[in-house]
């Protein structure tokens, strides 16, 4: 079946660097969605990407999906201590959904 | 307020013993869902019900029962707990729009169950 690899697993960086987590599929994806969970919280939506090639920015959040529709990043500018977690894609595959394994992000101060 | 709240946050239990987990949300959706999510974070989805019938039902084992009373509410019920059976459990609300794929799912607080 399908399935969403997603890298790094662990990510540490200095407060200020940049920070990126990459999702890849061998099959051709209908959509994604990225989702945040915070240490101890619950994972919390932040975007959905539909078309090829699209774009999308919150504040210091880059969300792209491949052209291929096969791939997807999350690219976070000048990491904040507020950006600590874990972030997962999701997709779905003849209805049912999966999630990446997750990518978490620590910061140091 | 809480949009999807779920009782207890934490369960602590004996091997064999069985549990409940409640789950309700007040955001008028159509879908809910159980995930587990495990010590690496790994989220898995278990059961999906769409207004109180089972629709995504995952290779879980039968020792798993949800019930779904009314849309509003999805219960997980857990037999003869096992040590394996640590993790914690996500409940989830999603109202259809154009299909599962892609609605925005909300999720609760989470239940972190420990089997000693």
């Known amino acids: 079946g399908q399935q969403v690899m997603q890298i790094p697993q662990y990510q540490h960086v200095q407060e200020g660097e940049d920070f990126t987590t990459y999702c890849n599929s061998s099959?051709?994806?209908?959509?994604i969605q990225w989702y945040k969970q915070r240490p101890g919280g619950h994972p919390v939506f932040l975007i959905q990407?539909?078309?090829?090639?699209e774009v999308k920015k919150q504040k210091r959040l880059t969300f792209q999906f491949g052209e291929a529709k096969k791939n997807s990043s999350l690219h976070i500018t000048a990491t904040q201590t507020t950006d600590v977690g874990t972030y997962f894609c999701?997709?779905?595959?003849?209805?049912?959904?999966?999630f990446g394994q997750g990518t978490t992000l620590q910061v140091k101060p | 307020d809480t949009a999807v709240s779920q009782t207890p946050k934490y369960l602590v239990t004996q091997m064999g013993n069985d549990k409940s987990i409640k789950c309700e949300q007040n955001?008028?959706?159509?879908?809910m869902y159980w995930y587990k999510q495990d010590s690496k974070k790994f989220l898995k989805i278990m059961f999906s019900?769409?207004?109180?019938?089972?629709?995504i039902n995952e290779t879980v084992p039968n020792r798993f029962s949800p019930k779904s009373p009314d849309k509003a509410h999805l219960n997980l019920h857990i037999n003869s707990l096992e040590l394996g059976d640590s993790a914690v459990y996500f409940c989830?609300?999603?109202?259809?729009?154009?299909?599962?794929?892609?609605?925005?799912?909300?999720f609760g607080p989470g239940t972190r169950l420990t089997v000693l």
């Open positions: 989830a609300s999603s109202q259809e729009v154009q299909g599962p794929s892609t609605d925005t799912q909300y």
């Open positions: 099959t051709t994806l209908s959509n």
């Open positions: 990407l539909v078309k090829s090639g």
């Open positions: 999701r997709t779905s595959n003849t209805g049912k959904l999966i």
């Open positions: 955001l008028g959706h159509d879908t």
């Open positions: 019900y769409n207004n109180k019938e089972l629709i």
